[in-house]
């Protein structure tokens, strides 16, 4: 199958600094990402959702000037936490989807774990 | 709105036995049906779908998922387990209308194969 990559897959900040995740898709061209949240043993939350060179559509709850998520190419979408606070610390998975349509796969990162102190 | 379910928080088998792994659903279209599964501290990877024409759908590792129709439903399934089997399994539907392409996420069940 289509391969994600996230980076970085964990990191540990302090309070109030910004971290940034990136997820590229390797090997086809990504019309739509997503980002999604994962706490311990629970399903996927979506967060957001991405169209290249579009501002991205953000779920109800979820603050899009905490979560900047800028989807600058076919192959590369950014999530900025900007000033991360502890309950913040979670799992953060990327994922893509190319332009085929509904029935068309949607293939995810490793995801990235976010500590913050 | 779409929604999945998936009841079993967890399920336990011996290794060498069938495994089914169960997923309802319920949408106002027709539905595209996935499963993933996910490591500990990985992504989820793709197993299979179900889009149209045949319901036995078979995918990686040797598993295979049945749509139901009139049952709304999409078990996975495995002739043999294998003790690296075990982790968790998330079953979603995509349906095609203004939803876009999001995907609805069942809450997941913990496959836990022993020897």
């Known amino acids: 199958g289509a391969v994600v990559s996230q980076h970085p897959s964990r990191v540990i900040c302090k309070s109030g600094t910004s971290v940034k995740i990136e997820c590229r898709s390797l090997d086809f061209q990504a019309t739509t990402m997503f980002w999604y949240r994962q706490f311990p043993k629970q399903s996927l939350m979506l967060m957001a959702t991405?169209?290249?060179?579009?501002?991205?559509?953000?779920e109800q709850g979820v603050e899009k000037d905490k979560f900047l998520i800028n989807h600058a190419s076919l192959t590369l979408s950014t999530l900025t936490v900007t000033s991360a606070h502890p309950e913040d610390s979670s799992f953060y998975i990327c994922?893509?989807?190319?332009?085929?349509?509904?029935?068309?796969?949607?293939?995810f990162g490793p995801g990235t774990r976010l500590l913050v102190l | 709105a779409q929604s999945v379910a998936q009841p079993e928080d967890q399920v336990n088998v011996a290794e060498g036995n069938p495994l089914t792994v169960k997923c309802t659903y319920s949408v106002s279209g027709n539905p595209y049906l996935f499963w993933y599964v996910q490591y500990p501290n990985r992504g989820l990877q793709f197993l299979l779908k179900?889009?149209?024409?045949?319901?036995l759908v078979k995918g990686s590792y040797g598993f295979e998922a049945e749509f139901n129709k009139s049952q709304t439903s999409f078990h996975l399934k495995k002739p043999s387990a294998l003790v690296s089997d075990s982790a968790l399994y998330f079953c979603?539907?995509?349906?095609?209308?203004?939803?876009?392409?999001?995907?609805?996420f069942g809450t997941g069940t913990q496959l836990k194969v022993e020897l």
């Open positions: 994922s893509a989807i190319g332009s085929g349509g509904p029935t068309e796969t949607q293939y």
């Open positions: 991405s169209n290249e060179g579009s501002k991205a559509t953000y």
């Open positions: 979603a539907v995509r349906v095609l209308t203004g939803g876009g392409n999001k995907l609805t």
């Open positions: 179900y889009i149209t024409g045949d319901n």
